[in-house]
């Protein structure tokens, strides 16, 4: 039996709805006046359907496979003002292809012929009262009845601090300037896989690729293109994401960027996502280097909602939001002087909206020993005001430092100069290759094992807070009327008292 869906619920949650046949669209809009849903808007196109989506944010979305200039990109658009969506898929290759796509409930339809809205069970037809021409409408009815008894957030308040699953992704960013934020990618990479670790290096810098040209990889294929193919092909597996990589030594992987900056459409943001998704399930840590993004007018908070072709427009910046995004970790490459100290304090603060939840770490590259306290008192100052905390210093003490804020405080590294990194390119081999016990090796693989060691103290923090949240409110109140000299519990521990039973409490010993 259809569900029917309680008036004011219908009140909070309007649908709107994307479907391509007008048949379809009839004796499903029938149903759903049955069934007490309020259908608010029916858009002909996907760029209508983002447009009414983003006037009503937070209201469920049933969507048809065939609509006009329906593509990922722009359900990966609906994600962010809505997340409940229904997908309709009318054949095979459609259900798995929204599937793959992960971006919503996809409802499987019967391949049949329209059918008479007004008779849908008419002499040519074979189905049901519940169906359209061999349609399903029970099911359908089903999940949208769930999607609308289910309370919709919007998309602000669904964004929560979690620790994701697979590989840690480490993104590698900078403002705008040579910072040596290709170079600090490299080494960072070789400290991991030299600890152990299975590392996947991305070239995602569509402005000034420069990963395969330092490491002396001198093939014409774009490894970041071939994946973002099989990706968009829902294609990319083990196979396919492995012949696309090369291994540059033990434990480390390189995918290549593009070859030439002309060919930065062929990265879209979706594409390298998927890529992104892929990549955690197969390595131990992902760092990507992307390249400083540049303003955009199509990048604005207010200009998807004033114009929704803008988020479906390419841009140069979207392999870079792309891994923003995607990272658990985001390494920001500074200059050691004040013009790397201003386009710090330019750039970060409108890009930072796109890492909300990733641990951000400053690392101040090509530091001169002999200024370095006093470098390192002014970029402290500098980096926890742009996060509006104190800055943590270089790691020291924080295996040690458990408390939740020390988790979430900003990390401020200093990489000395060392005259190994102008070797290392011209000889087109990695840091280590070059000099083991260089200065900025050590201390790029100091970084790395702290870092690592600080994942792990963020990953246990974030399971005792999401499992012992209650019981260490219950410590907090015990610990608040805590009285020393009537506390017995020392004494009871000392002499075994109460103790005879393994399984009971002392009260229950009576």
């Known amino acids: 039996m259809i569900p029917r869906i309680r008036e004011t619920q219908l009140n909070q949650s309007p649908m709107i709805w994307g479907i391509s046949d007008p048949t379809l669209e009839s004796v499903l809009l029938r149903h ?7 259908v608010r808007r029916r858009c002909v196109d996907a760029v209508e359907l983002l447009a009414a989506s983003a006037v009503s944010p937070g209201a469920p979305v049933l969507v048809d496979m065939n609509l006009s200039r329906l593509s990922r990109e722009v359900l990966s658009a609906l994600m962010d003002h809505t997340g409940n969506i229904t997908i309709l898929a ?21 391949d049949s012929a329209s059918v008479d809205p007004g008779n849908p069970s008419g002499p040519d037809s074979q189905s049901g009262p519940d169906s359209a021409g061999g349609i399903e409408l029970e099911e359908v009815m089903r999940t949208i009845g769930q999607s609308m008894h289910r309370w919709v957030k919007p998309p602000v308040a669904q964004q929560v601090e979690a620790i994701k699953e697979g590989a840690h992704v480490v993104c590698m960013w900078s403002a705008t300037g040579s910072t040596g934020r290709s170079t600090v990618a490299i080494g960072l990479a070789e400290a991991w896989a030299r ?3 299975r590392v996947l290096l991305i070239d995602a810098d569509t402005c000034a690729p420069s990963l395969a040209t330092a490491l002396g990889i001198t093939d014409d294929l774009s490894g970041i293109v071939v994946a973002c193919r099989y990706a968009d092909q829902n294609s990319l597996d083990q196979r396919s994401l492995s012949s696309a990589c090369r291994e540059l030594k033990n434990n480390l992987w390189v995918l290549t960027g593009i070859n030439d900056p002309q060919r930065w459409p062929e990265v879209t943001g979706t594409s390298l996502s998927s890529v992104i998704d892929r990549a955690r399930d197969f390595f131990d840590r992902v760092v990507i280097d992307i390249s400083p993004i540049v303003s955009d007018p199509a990048d604005s908070v207010d200009g998807p909602y ?7 427009r390419p841009t140069r910046n979207m392999a870079g939001h792309a891994a923003l995004k995607a990272a658990d970790t985001v390494m920001v490459v500074i200059r050691p002087d004040a013009v790397g100290a201003l386009r710090l304090v330019h750039d970060f603060g409108p890009h930072s909206k ?21 470098l390192h008192g002014e970029f402290s100052a500098i980096c926890g005001g742009l ?6 210093g270089e790691y020291q003490g924080q295996s040690r430092e458990r408390n939740h804020e020390s988790i979430h405080l900003p990390v401020l590294i200093m990489v000395p100069e060392d005259p190994v990194t102008e070797t290392m390119i011209r000889m087109s081999a990695t840091m280590a290759e070059v000099k083991t016990n260089s200065k900025i090796f050590r201390a790029l693989r100091k970084a790395a094992g702290q870092i690592s060691q600080h994942e792990m103290t963020a990953r246990e923090m ?4 999401v499992v012992g949240a209650e019981v260490a409110a219950k410590q907090l109140r015990r610990r608040k009327h805590y009285n020393k ?3 017995f519990r020392p004494l009871i521990k000392l002499f075994g008292i109460f103790g005879r039973h393994t399984h009971t409490t002392a009260s229950g010993n009576r």
């Open 32 to 38: 759903a006046q049955n069934a007490g849903i309020d």
């Open 387 to 392: 996060v509006g905390r104190g800055s943590q």
């Open 354 to 374: 796109y890492f909300p939840h990733a641990k951000t770490v400053f690392l101040v590259n090509r530091v001169n020993p002999k200024y370095r306290n006093s």
């Open 306 to 312: 004033l114009d929704p072709l803008a988020r479906l």
């Open 90 to 110: 009318g054949t095979d290759h459609q259900y798995s292809l929204a599937r793959s796509w992960a971006l919503g409930q996809v409802v499987r339809l019967r």
């Open 485 to 487: 000299i009537a506390d």
């Open 195 to 197: 600890g152990g670790e």
């Open 462 to 465: 974030t399971a005792r807070e």
